[in-house]
């Protein structure tokens, strides 16, 4: 998913389902920083604390950092594309699915923690890694042919806002979207068994930002349809995938509210009957970015999704939450870090990388670290 769903959707559902605006800006924020916050740069307190942030996102098409094996599990796996746990085999498993119960068990895992005082970036990290679900299902967060998909297959059936962008991406980054050396024999080469090869794709590099757009109805066909667990020929409609993740975003902040009342909004929730229509019209807009974005505000403006008018929200800057990672280091006491959001997010993000990985995933059968 894009900006427009990731943070002023992301506020917008939290605030439909009762909480402040202040907190569901917090919410926002961490599910946006999600696929910002790149520095892993350890800083030093005078007083000898060491801080170090933690990496949850890398660009596409940012060669170096994806085609390592072990970066894509740090990375792409935990925060992007959540393994469904689903099929025969490994690459299988490793596979995103759309509302996935190894999804769901985290969701519940993760509200257990809303006493903790990183509570309200976690939930913002959750809305991140669960709404990708709804967007990046079928596709792995490994390179792996598992998501390699024939180029001639993908048509757009209503794709013209962005039919332009086809030929660009393509273009610019080849078939595919870039082949890397395939993440099975990236780590055999690493024992010595097997050259390494480049005939993995990574993510959903493959149908480019498709699953990003909420609008597109679209469909394409995998180029290897012997490594699929699921259909070969797969037609998608964006749209109703976005209403389920918004209904179930929705359910997330409500749950949340009700365990956290000093956080909710004292004029309550609206029922997610009341807003879906207006979700649904802004989902359905077949614009660019910007103009999605503008439409989520308006909403929020018009009272269609809160109680009263909101015109609260600030526009998306990742710049603020940098600049707090580096007040970190001459913070005048360690102890202070634990006012700072941002310091925040990034015990939320390295619980939850541990906790996916070292936990969920191996329970459901994933062993990758």
Known sequence: MDIDMHYYGTYALARAAGL????AQRIATAAEFVDDSTDTEVLVNPEGARFRGESTAHHPTDFVPNNDADDQIQVWLPFHFLPGAQGAN?????????????AKEMVAHHLNL??????VEMIGITAHVYADTFAHYGFSGVSSRVNRVTRGSIDLVNGDPIAPYVDRFFGKFGTQGGLLRNFRNSIATVVGNVAEDTTGALGHGSVATFPDQPYLEWSYQYELPNLQSGPHDVHRQN??????????????FRAFGDRRKELADQKGPMDFDKIQPAVRQIITLAADRDARIAAWLAALEEGKLSRDSDNALAKYDHQPWRNQTNMLAGLPQPQDASGIPVYHFHQAAALHKHYVLRELLPKNGIYVI
Do not use: F
């Open 239 to 252: 749209a109703n995938d976005y209403m389920e993740a918004a209904e179930a975003l929705y359910g997330m």
């Open 20 to 23: 402040a605006a202040d907190v």
């Open 114 to 119: 809303c006493d903790a005082p990183y509570a």
């Open 90 to 102: 490994q690459s299988q498993k490793l596979v995103c699915q759309k509302d996935s119960d190894i």
